[in-house]
Structures are given as structure tokens and as C-alpha cells.
């Protein structure tokens, strides 16, 4: 074909005999993340019953641009279309013009087929700023250095003796096979934060899935009583702690920061170059945590397509309507909250 005539873009749907080529060009493009994988598409369907939409468009047969979708449906929480529920990045991956225009226009016309009232791209980086956005969070990236001990001395001195104590304390971690004592404590810590927790069938499901970059930490005292855990994603040379969870006892010994040193160490040790700290609500504790880590902010560009809303949804514990919800939730006994909150928090995503 002459390069006066060029082979139109053509979107498509995932299907399992396009999956392989999918995940092959999330791990060579540069704007895709783990979270881009076309797992999430089997993980969110069958754990939350959400409605997937992987859409990638392709010229000649190579794939350029892939986005992955999912239609979340809630009295309470709305109606949207979203990329992606429970995952911090999405958005459209790929840097062709005609295929991200290809599959904006599918999005868009597969949003007002649907019926939704908004359109939501989580991107890591700005596609269209003129777009109405959510200024709610940020996240934390930063350079794992090649020596362990660069990275030990990296970190902010303050921060830094908070490490020392938990090693002092004689903290031990380890990496575990299950999610049994990590979902112990991941529950009880939202709980207490007044936030439904995930059920437990969703992290024993991304172990599966994900196998060897999906990894549970655990950190223990001296006599193996888990103190605090973390799950994390490993995707090319990057290492992302995404969920986590703190026993009672483990200000006092500093388990929270071991664990991160933790992992940065074991990461640093396996040739990762990349610690992703992950999304925080401006201004909330785990935001002001991972800036005393030396690690600086940079916003978040959610970006809404609205259809049947004159404003951005505020889904999170920062709007004031959700007080009262919050403060009874923290008052539900451990088993009641693990029972309901599945129910609810599948449509917060």
C-alpha cells in the first residue's frame, strides 16, 4: 500500500486468541502498566461481575493502543464506565494518534450506548487537560538505586531511624506462599480506617493469575506473630506495594517502615529499578508517610468524559456525605464488616 493510501485503524475487542498479543505490547510500550494486563479483564468479571471492555486498535495486523474498560452499575455510587476499577493507572496505552483517536471514539460511542453517566480514564500521565479532572490524588515514584545500601542512605534521616528501630526490634520478613495472615491483617487495618474491605477471594485470585508478580510480604516479631503485610506487583523493572496491612502493635515497632525497607531491599536485590509507592489522597496520612520517604508527589491525571452529571463523583472517604458511614463502620464488629463489605466496595472500585 503506497504511503499515500495508509491501511486504516481497525478497534477490536480482547478475545483469548488475541490475549497473548495484547500483553506482549503492554510490556514493550512505555505508557502501559501492570495494571493494562489483560488478566484484570477475567479478575474483574468473574471476582466483581462487572462487564468488561478491552478494546485495542490495530493497523495490519500490529497492535497500537490498547483500553481496557469495565462498566460499574450502582444505585448508590452511579453509573460509569471506567478504566480501570480497583487499578490506580489505565487509560488508553500507546502513543499512535490515529489509534488513540480510534479508541476514544469507540469509548465515547460505547459509553452512550451504555447509558452511563461519566466517563473515567485513570491515566498516569495528561492526554487531554481541558478535561473536566479529579484533583483528589497523586502518587509516588522514585529510582531504586543499584546498591542496597544507596538506598538505605536515600532515605530521609528521620525516616531512616524509624528503619533502624524495626531492625533493632529484631523484625523479620518474609515472603508467603498464601494470603491467609496477610488478609487478617489488611481487614482489620481498614476497618479500622472505617473503609469496607476487598473479599478475601480477589487476593488469593491475583496470586493465582499473576503468579511470581504478585508477592505477599510478611513482616513478624521475634516469636512469628505477623505484624504487617503488604501485596505488591512486579511489572518489568518496577515493584508496586498496592495493598497492605498493619497490626495494632506495629507502630511501636516500627513494622510499617521495615516492611517498605523490606521490600525496596528484596527489590533492589532483584534487579528492579523502579519502587512505585502508589496512589494517596492529597494531604492524608499515607500521603504526608511516603513524603517523609523522600518520595515527591505527581498528580494524577483522571480524566471524566460526562454525559448525565454536571460534576466529577467524589467516591471517596474525603467527601463529607460519607462521615457517618465511615464512623459506624469502624464500630462493626471484624466478621460483620468482612461479610458486607464486598457487597459494597465492588461498586466503589
Not at 122 to 142: C, D, G, I, M
Not at 171 to 200: C, M, Q, W
Not at 316 to 327: D, Q, T
Request: positive net charge.
Amino acid at each position: 500500500m503506497s504511503a499515500a493510501h495508509p491501511a486504516s485503524v481497525q478497534v477490536c475487542r480482547l478475545d483469548a486468541a488475541s490475549r497473548a498479543r495484547w500483553d506482549a505490547f503492554v510490556h514493550a510500550c512505555p505508557q502501559a502498566t501492570f495494571f493494562h494486563l489483560a488478566a484484570w479483564q477475567g479478575i474483574v468479571e468473574d471476582v466483581f461481575r462487572h462487564r468488561c471492555h478491552f478494546l485495542y486498535a490495530e493497523r495490519n495486523g500490529e497492535i497500537l493502543a490498547v483500553l481496557p474498560l469495565a462498566e460499574v452499575s450502582s444505585r448508590l455510587f452511579g453509573h460509569a464506565l471506567t478504566s480501570l476499577p480497583f487499578c490506580v493507572y489505565g487509560g488508553i496505552a500507546g502513543d499512535d494518534p490515529a489509534a488513540v483517536a480510534a479508541l476514544e471514539a469507540e469509548a465515547d460511542a460505547l459509553a452512550r450506548t451504555l447509558g452511563v453517566q461519566h466517563l473515567e480514564y485513570r491515566n498516569l500521565s495528561a492526554r487531554h487537560p481541558e478535561w473536566p479532572r479529579q484533583e483528589v490524588y497523586v502518587t509516588f515514584r522514585k529510582a531504586i538505586l543499584p546498591e542496597v545500601d544507596a538506598n538505605m542512605a536515600a532515605i530521609p534521616r528521620k525516616q531512616r531511624a524509624m528503619v533502624r528501630k524495626g531492625i533493632k526490634n529484631g523484625l523479620v520478613s518474609e515472603i508467603d506462599a498464601g494470603v491467609e495472615r496477610f488478609f487478617a491483617l489488611y481487614a482489620d487495618n481498614v476497618r479500622r480506617h472505617g473503609t469496607p474491605a476487598l473479599p478475601k477471594r480477589f487476593f488469593a485470585r491475583l496470586r493465582e493469575v499473576f503468579g511470581e508478580a504478585c508477592e505477599v510480604l510478611i513482616v513478624t516479631d521475634g516469636a512469628g506473630k505477623a505484624l504487617s503485610g503488604v501485596l505488591s506487583f512486579y511489572f518489568r523493572d518496577e515493584v508496586l506495594p498496592y495493598y497492605a496491612g498493619d497490626d495494632l502493635a506495629a507502630r511501636d515497632l516500627a513494622a510499617n517502615d521495615f516492611k517498605y525497607w523490606e521490600l525496596m531491599r528484596r527489590a533492589c536485590e532483584r534487579g528492579c529499578r523502579l519502587f512505585d509507592y502508589g496512589r494517596s489522597k492529597i494531604g492524608t496520612g499515607p500521603w504526608s508517610f511516603k513524603k517523609n520517604w523522600g518520595f515527591e508527589a505527581q498528580p494524577l491525571s483522571y480524566e471524566y468524559v460526562l454525559y448525565k452529571r454536571d460534576s466529577v463523583p467524589q467516591n471517596n472517604p474525603m467527601n463529607p456525605k460519607y462521615r457517618l458511614f465511615i464512623a459506624l463502620w469502624k464500630r462493626l464488629p471484624l466478621g460483620v464488616a468482612n461479610a458486607l463489605g464486598p457487597h459494597i466496595v465492588r461498586n466503589l472500585g
